[in-house]
């Protein structure tokens, strides 16, 4: 895997540390229904692509 696709994917960890929050509070705001939904669902939990959490983060405001 190239680092460009590396940093194109975040799990609720990358989440957290980008919007400053903890882990929790990502879980907790993945409940709503404006939150981007996981383009892929793996054992090690769910996974988003970076620019959809970024759009959904400056749309709302948090970042």
Do not use: C, K, N, Y
């Not at 460009?4 to 957290?16: F, K, S």
């Not at 229904?33 to 959904?56: K, L, N, Q, T, Y």
Request: glycine share 6%; aromatic share 4%.
């Amino acid at each position: 895997m190239t680092d460009q696709h590396r940093h194109d994917l975040m799990g609720v960890t990358e989440i957290a540390e980008l919007l400053g929050l903890t882990r929790q509070r990502v879980h907790q705001l993945r409940q709503s229904e404006d939150f981007p939904r996981p383009v892929a669902d793996i054992s090690a939990g769910s996974i988003w692509e970076r620019a959809d959490v970024e759009a959904w983060a400056r749309e709302s405001g948090r970042i």
